[in-house]
């Protein structure tokens, strides 16, 4: 019999690795998207792109391993019993129970990594994700501004163009289009440059007009100038807000705030989740053939999607106060893990 243990553990691995493979292939090719645009607009800096894409995926592996591990003991599952290995199994005197033994046999190490990823990895790279956004941000609207593309300011109330660059600090052929006091401004130069005036960033112009149009009667105004300056952007301190994402976990335990203790309800959560999957995996595996693997994988999705939607519906309702994170955290997972054991014994009867 410790042979045939030792076979479902070496099949569990060989349907697990290409699992996560595939997963983490899908995911990590949604995160490029995803982040390529946010480099497109300036939200990220581009050459930060593969750092936030590495973060991104560090952030997402706890899902990843959870969800490869429910599939691949669905699938192993459903292959023992396609091929009469599962009568074989109960013949010899074993049972669901033992069975589901050999499952956390496998698959306790990825629990273990799943526990480390949610609560020190994930915070830390929420961190240094912010940090890396934070300080994008930070800069001059000028400074994001690249020659023969236009950008728009951090608060959107401008669009700049710049034609090319002189080999010196000065650009030239300078656009700029504006929303101020009910009026569009378009303000155009030949050269233009930055300059500091008590610790705020400003943008002058030389040789150049500006149109103004009132948004209410359509009046025009044009002026034209040899030098015009305009403030780029205020430097003076903005409180930064911390992302509860990027709070330790240690310091979530001893925080009375409910968003805070939201937090550690979701990343408990996570961490005890995988261990209901292998449950559910088994109990929800049919064998019946008109069902076939399709069904049961489609099924363990529709289990899976049900379980992490429930999670953040607690995470939610902990933050509003509406309930206490513990007595949500034993009624979610205590009621699925009593589900779950339960359809296994009345099975095995």
């Known amino acids: 019999m410790k042979l045939y243990e030792t076979s479902t553990r070496s099949e569990l691995a060989r349907s697990f690795s290409p699992t996560l493979l595939v997963l983490g292939t899908i995911v990590l090719t949604t995160i490029l998207i995803r982040t390529l645009g946010q480099a497109s607009i300036g939200q990220v800096n581009p050459i930060e792109v593969g750092y936030i894409m590495a973060f991104n995926f560090i952030g997402q592996l706890p899902t990843i391993i959870s969800l490869s591990l429910y599939i691949c003991v669905v699938a192993t599952v459903y292959r023992m019993y396609m091929d009469g290995e599962m009568v074989i199994w109960q013949m010899s005197?074993?049972?669901?129970?033992?069975?589901?033994?050999?499952?956390?046999?496998?698959?306790?190490?990825?629990?273990?990594?799943?526990?480390?990823?949610?609560t020190i990895a994930w915070p830390w790279v929420n961190y240094?994700?912010?940090?890396?956004?934070?300080?994008?941000?930070?800069?001059?609207?000028?400074?994001?501004?690249?020659?023969?593309i236009f950008q728009e300011s951090a608060n959107g109330s401008?669009?700049?163009?710049?034609?090319?660059?002189?080999?010196?600090?000065?650009?030239?052929?300078?656009?700029i289009l504006s929303n101020e006091h009910d009026k569009q401004i378009m303000t155009s130069a030949q050269l233009g440059f930055l300059d500091r005036k008590e610790g705020d960033d400003y943008l002058m112009l030389e040789n150049g007009q500006r149109v103004e149009e009132s948004a209410s009667d359509g009046d025009l105004k044009i002026t034209e100038f040899k030098l015009y300056g305009s403030v780029v952007q205020s430097n003076h301190v903005i409180e930064k807000t911390v992302n509860t994402r990027a709070i330790p976990t240690d310091e979530l335990i001893t925080s009375p705030n409910l968003v805070h203790r939201a937090e550690f309800f979701w990343r408990l959560s996570i961490f005890i989740a995988p261990l209901n999957y292998l449950l559910m995996a088994l109990a929800l595996t049919s064998p019946n053939a008109r069902v076939g693997r399709g069904g049961n994988f489609a099924l363990g999705i529709l289990f899976f999607h049900f379980y992490n939607n429930m999670i953040n519906v607690g995470q939610s309702w902990v933050a509003e106060g509406l309930i206490h994170w513990l007595?949500?955290?034993l009624l979610l997972h205590g009621l699925i893990f009593l589900s779950a054991s339960s359809f296994l014994y009345f099975r095995q009867r």
Do not use: C
Request: proline share 3%.
């Open 128 to 148: 240094h994700t912010d940090e890396m956004k934070t300080r994008f941000s930070k800069r001059n609207d000028l400074a994001r501004v690249e020659p023969g």
């Open 158 to 175: 401008r669009v700049y163009f710049v034609d090319k660059n002189t080999e010196g600090s000065k650009s030239k052929n300078i656009f």
């Open 327 to 329: 007595t949500y955290l």
């Open 93 to 118: 005197g074993k049972n669901f129970f033992d069975l589901v033994k050999q499952l956390f046999a496998f698959a306790w190490p990825f629990i273990v990594i799943v526990f480390f990823l949610v």
